[in-house]
């Protein structure tokens, strides 16, 4: 979800198969550099993948997500990814996710130079609040419902009155919960998932207003429990990397199944795949074939 989302190619490269790592614990030992007020720093993941290509070879990916900017912040991302590379003898592939209000672009390097010394270190941001509502809405990536909970909270932060700020906020947030709802591509499990993120990140204050949005929320009958978002990246994450590996376990017993000449029609009732996905890598699998054949 979160790795797809930020790094649309990643999985080329990555292997599905292998289950990813989470390092924050061996990571954020105490004294860490990269210590900072449960104001500014809402999470901080760090992920190991391995490759597909070279085996036992692996990549390190960092999420941190910032509310606030602080001026020494591309400093210390640099001293997060050295002490990284320290650790684990590798490069730390960090993205920034900024969900602070302002469009102001913020830097995504650290440089530093004197007496013919260079140091200068590049890091991918993601600003939320110059992301387009339309163009999250049509991203089929359920990880842009969580950067959409995150633009609306920003909205309500512009309005200074709290019974106004409150309804826009329930007026969004039922928006959001029936867009869920409503997606035909999300299992039971992730559409759970988004749901106790909307309803916990996007806060509503007024308890009159509270009162009206828990009404509505009844209809929608659906079971609440604390969810915040690093749970969600988390576990985003890990459904993910298992989902690309249960995928390509499928389409491997499809393929010998094709190869020993099984009828489409059987393949596709045994594996409760539409014939047209059956026929297709049946395609695949006779192009393959006729290409390894020798001469």
């Given at each position: 979800m979160g790795i797809r989302f930020f790094y649309p190619n990643a999985y080329k490269i990555l292997d599905p198969e292998r289950q990813p790592e989470f390092l924050n614990t061996e990571f954020n030992?105490?004294?860490?550099?990269?210590?900072?007020?449960?104001t500014t720093k809402i999470a901080d993941v760090l992920i190991k993948f391995y490759t597909r290509k070279i085996k036992g070879?692996?990549?390190i990916f960092h999420f941190e997500i910032q509310d606030k900017y602080s001026s020494n912040f591309n400093s210390r991302m640099i001293t997060y990814n050295l002490r990284g590379r320290d650790i684990f003898g590798k490069?730390?592939?960090?993205?920034?996710?900024?969900?602070?209000?302002?469009?102001?672009?913020r830097p995504d390097f650290f440089k530093?130079?004197?007496?013919?010394?260079?140091?200068?270190?590049?890091?991918?941001?993601?600003?939320?609040?110059?992301?387009?509502?339309?163009?999250?809405?049509?991203?089929p990536n359920p990880f842009a419902i969580i950067i959409l909970?995150?633009?609306?909270?920003?909205?309500?932060?512009?309005?200074?009155?709290?019974?106004?700020?409150?309804?826009?906020?329930?007026?969004?947030?039922?928006e959001l919960f029936k867009i869920v709802q409503s997606r035909k591509d999300l299992n039971y499990k992730n559409k759970n998932k988004l749901l106790n993120f909307i309803y916990w990140y996007i806060i509503?204050?007024?308890?009159?207003?509270?009162?009206?949005?828990?009404?509505?929320?009844?209809?929608?009958?659906?079971?609440?429990?604390?969810?915040g978002i690093e749970q969600v990246v988390l576990e985003g994450m890990l459904e993910e990397a298992r989902y690309e590996g249960e995928l390509r376990k499928q389409n491997e017993i499809i393929t010998e199944m094709l190869k020993v000449n099984l009828p489409?029609?059987?393949?596709?009732?045994?594996?409760?795949?539409?014939?047209?996905?059956?026929?297709?890598?049946?395609?695949?699998?006779?192009?393959?074939?006729?290409?390894?054949?020798?001469?």
């Open positions: 030992q105490p004294g860490a550099a990269m210590e900072t007020d449960v070879d692996w990549l490069l730390v592939i960090s993205c920034v996710i900024l969900t602070e209000v302002t469009l102001k672009k530093s130079s004197g007496l013919g010394n260079l140091l200068y270190y590049k890091y991918n941001t993601y600003k939320v609040s110059t992301q387009s509502d339309k163009n999250l809405l049509a991203d909970s995150s633009r609306i909270v920003n909205m309500g932060r512009a309005i200074q009155e709290e019974i106004k700020r409150d309804e826009m906020l329930m007026k969004k947030k039922l509503i204050k007024s308890k009159e207003i509270k009162a009206i949005f828990e009404k509505e929320l009844y209809k929608i009958n659906i079971k609440i429990t604390r969810m489409d029609e059987i393949i596709a009732l045994t594996t409760k795949l539409p014939i047209e996905k059956v026929r297709s890598l049946a395609i695949t699998v006779k192009n393959n074939s006729s290409i390894n054949t020798p001469n």
